[in-house]
């Protein structure tokens, strides 16, 4: 029963290589005729500041003349908005509350600083009688049937 005494255990044992030590190329060859499976993968821009590369398009990108924007409303469009606003005796926050927006999205319609939504547009139309959309701008809106 001397062999099973728990307080004096002796394990020898040789530390393997460290992760630095590891990766070198004379670990890397040695652990190969060994045998052993060697996975080794070559990271892309490694150890670089490379996240603002120049890259082959940046040449066709600086000739490109065309400037993308969205279209915003025309101020004829918004003179319209305003017209028909002070006409009924409203001031922006009372029209934005009618039509349930803010008070913002009616000042930026009649600076022609918003891009058009045909929803917003449809409710100003209702809320003002002015058509502004279409050919008739800033005619009477007639009262159609409504749909379903």
């Known amino acids: 029963m001397a062999e099973s005494d ?3 255990v002796t394990v020898l044992r040789k530390k393997g290589p460290s992760a630095a030590q590891a990766k070198s190329k004379q670990a890397i060859l040695a652990a190969q005729r060994r ?3 060697v996975e080794t993968s070559k990271k892309w821009a490694a150890g670089q500041n490379k996240q603002h590369s120049i890259t082959k398009n940046t040449a066709k990108l600086d000739r490109e003349t065309e400037e993308l924007h ?3 409303v025309p101020l004829e469009v918004g003179k319209v908005i305003q017209q028909g606003r002070q006409s009924k005796g409203l001031t922006q926050k009372d ?8 008070p ?4 930026d ?3 022609g600083r918003a891009i058009p939504n045909n929803q917003v547009l449809g409710k100003i139309e ?3 009688g002015l058509k ?5 701008i800033g005619k009477p809106l007639e009262a159609g049937p409504k749909g379903k």
């Open 6 to 8: 728990w307080d004096t």
């Open 35 to 37: 045998g052993e499976d």
């Open 70 to 72: 969205h279209d915003r």
């Open 95 to 102: 029209l934005a509350t009618k039509i349930n927006e803010k």
């Open 104 to 107: 913002q999205v009616i000042a």
């Open 109 to 111: 319609y009649e600076c």
């Open 126 to 128: 209702r809320a003002i």
């Open 132 to 136: 502004l959309r279409g050919r008739e």
